[in-house]
């Protein structure tokens, strides 16, 4: 039986990703008790389960009691003993997106009341899922991202891989706009010649060709992309070995328009040889081209 649980702070985006799984096949419950996990694993794994029950996906959020908040890694440990295959997917955003999101839609914040505002509750509901965020196999950070790119990401990520099998994102981002806090690994690649300082170049990015013809004629860019697929085509095995699911390399540069973006489109070309479901996402392209910039 192949049980996935969705959680995440309200306004993340767990009602899509579960819609999404819903589309895939699975039989969806939304808000379950934590406590019936385990007696519902259960009535899966039997042999007079029926064969809608062998692929489920569950959402679990602050409306839980806290308590069993608090409790879930005992229930999630028994489980794992059925021989259920269980992942947890983790969404989230910053906090300032999850207040936008609330107050565009007008809806109520489940632990908000006439004592309780809303950012406190979105701050509060942050602690109580930590015990999930903790064991989470695959952490989404929705910041920035549309229903539609995270409708897509899940469909990728989750349901474009085979059982057991490791799903690679390798994404671009600035630093002067923060490190993704999603992130398995992050690259620094500051240090290569930065095409802006040509004002020829300024208003293209590392997927332009003229941004390419720049970098590759500096051997430091060749070396620090066959660096870092020597590192990543070492031990990336040795993750999936160890049956982890999924792998975020974020690789920064300054603005995430230039040389991130560059070294971004060389790793996933080569993994793509290596493994089956690899996505590439720039994660500052869209809002630079929103503006304009590029």
């Known amino acids: 039986m192949k049980l996935i649980i969705v959680s995440g702070r309200s306004g993340s985006g767990k009602s899509t990703a579960l819609h999404v799984l819903e589309d895939l096949g699975f039989y969806c419950i939304d808000n379950l008790p934590i406590g019936l996990l385990f007696p519902l694993s259960q009535e899966a794994t039997s042999q007079i389960a029926t064969h809608r029950l062998k692929k489920m996906a ?4 602050a409306r839980n009691l806290s308590g069993e908040l608090a409790n879930f890694e005992d229930i999630y440990q028994q489980l794992k003993q059925t021989g259920a295959d269980i992942e947890i997917i983790f969404l989230d955003a910053d906090e300032q997106s999850l207040l936008q999101r609330f107050h565009a839609t007008r809806r109520k914040h489940p632990l908000s009341d006439d004592k309780t505002s809303l950012r406190e509750a979105i ?13 989470a196999d ?5 910041t920035g991202l549309s229903i539609y790119e995270l409708r897509d990401m899940v469909k ?45 170049l ?21 070396q620090m992309v ?25 690789i920064g540069c300054t603005g995430g328009q230039h040389r991130s973006v560059y070294v971004c489109e060389r790793l996933g ?12 996402r720039h994660t500052e392209l869209p809002h630079l081209q929103a503006r304009g910039e590029v």
């Open 138 to 142: 695959l952490y989404v950070n929705t």
């Open 156 to 200: 990728q990520r989750v349901a474009g891989r085979k059982d057991q099998e490791l799903a690679l994102l390798v994404q671009s981002f600035g630093f002067k706009h923060g490190v993704p806090v999603d992130s398995d690994y992050v690259f620094d690649v500051r240090c290569l010649p930065n095409p802006y300082w040509d004002t020829s």
């Open 58 to 61: 569950v959402s679990i959020d």
């Open 226 to 250: 066959d660096d870092l697929i020597g590192f990543l085509g070492t031990w990336l095995p040795s993750f999936a070995d160890s049956n982890r699911s999924y792998m975020t390399i974020s």
């Open 123 to 135: 701050s509060s509901e942050k602690h109580l899922l930590e015990p999930l965020s903790r064991l």
């Open 202 to 222: 300024r208003k293209h990015t590392g997927l332009d060709q003229p941004v390419i013809d720049f970098l590759e004629k500096e051997p430091s860019s060749r």
């Open 269 to 280: 070309e080569h993994f793509r040889s290596h493994y089956r479901n690899v996505q590439v």
